[in-house]
């Protein structure tokens, strides 16, 4: 079934370890998304890339790092978790064209950082 | 900067209507998006307003006016599967910028 998948389900982290949160789409979008959702705010975009090589900033960028070294994965790194990283982290990714080009999302990553 | 207001919370009973407004005021707009959101799980898409009007989609129904900032998503005929968060986000070259969610509760 196509889709996008993100790894873990769920994690429990200490503060100042590093994280790299998975997610992989097979729907061949160029697009895709990282966002984080905390209770009362919504959903934030962290980081999204275009298309395959290129990466960019969103609204909360900080103490966040992306990759795209190919069209269907796009990782999430956390250098150093601090426990304002707390977080729902969902990935999303959508078609750049003609259309409505609506955002499909992962099931997400509960993230806990202690 | 980016503002998307909407109610925090609606209750309504199985088989009414309820309306969920959400203003905005963002620094541009390619359009807006519904998407609902059950608890524990992913956002899923409802519906698209690009142009003023609204959009019908059977039980569901979204309106748009640009020049007002204004968009309203309306859930007819409720049932208690329609329980969830409603989220509304605007379109800004691909990226959305979303509202903080309206929690529906459906009452038998």
């Known amino acids: 079934i196509a889709g996008i998948t993100q790894a873990p389900t769920s994690q429990i982290l200490a503060a100042g370890r590093r994280m790299t949160l998975r997610c992989t789409q097979d729907?061949?979008?160029?697009?895709m998304y990282w966002y984080r959702q905390d209770l009362g705010l919504g959903l934030r975009l962290i980081h999204y890339s275009n298309t395959a090589g290129t990466t960019g900033k969103g609204e909360v960028p900080d103490g966040y790092s992306v990759s795209r070294a190919n069209t269907d994965d796009f990782p999430l790194t956390l250098a150093s978790a601090v426990p304002s990283q707390t977080s729902v982290y969902f990935c999303?990714?959508?078609?750049?064209?003609?259309?409505?080009?609506?955002?499909?999302f992962g099931p997400g990553t509960r993230l806990t950082v202690l | 900067g980016q503002n998307i207001d909407q109610p925090t919370e609606m209750t309504a009973t199985e088989g009414a209507i309820v309306q969920i407004n959400c203003t905005y005021q963002?620094?541009?707009?390619?359009?807006l998006f519904w998407y609902q959101q059950h608890a524990g799980e992913a956002p899923t898409f409802l519906s698209y307003?690009?142009?003023?009007g609204l959009e019908e989609k059977g039980r569901f129904s979204s309106f748009l006016s640009r020049s007002k900032g204004y968009s309203y998503l309306l859930l007819k005929e409720l049932q208690m599967k329609d329980s969830a968060s409603y989220l509304c986000a605007v379109n800004n070259d691909y990226k959305l910028s979303f509202g903080a969610g309206t929690t529906v509760t459906v009452r038998a």
């Open positions: 307003n690009v142009l003023d």
């Open positions: 729907m061949r979008h160029n697009a």
């Open positions: 963002t620094s541009g707009f390619n359009g």
């Open positions: 999303a990714s959508s078609e750049r064209g003609e259309g409505i080009n609506e955002q499909f």
